[in-house]
C-alpha cells in the first residue's frame, strides 16, 4: 500500500474540504479531524486514507440522522 500525503491545497481540489487552516486546526484539536503529518520544515499533510475515512464517517453521520428524522 502507498502511503498518499495531501496538501491543504489537495484538502480542497481533490477531496472537497474547504476549510481554513485556522478551522483544521481547530477540529484537530478537538479531535474531529485528522491530525496532520510533519513532512519538512514548517510542511505538513494529512494522510490521504485518513481523510477518506473521515469522509465516510461524515457520510455515516448524515444518512443515521436522515433515518432518525
Known sequence: MT???LSYEDL???KGV???KVQLWRL???G???KRV???PARHGWLETEI???LRRQIEA???SMVAA
Open 3 to 5: 502511503l498518499r500525503i
Open 12 to 14: 480542497a481540489t481533490l
Open 18 to 20: 474547504k476549510y481554513s
Open 28 to 30: 484537530e484539536k478537538l
Open 32 to 34: 474531529k479531524f485528522p
Open 38 to 40: 510533519p513532512v519538512g
Open 52 to 54: 477518506d475515512a473521515y
Open 62 to 64: 448524515r444518512d443515521k
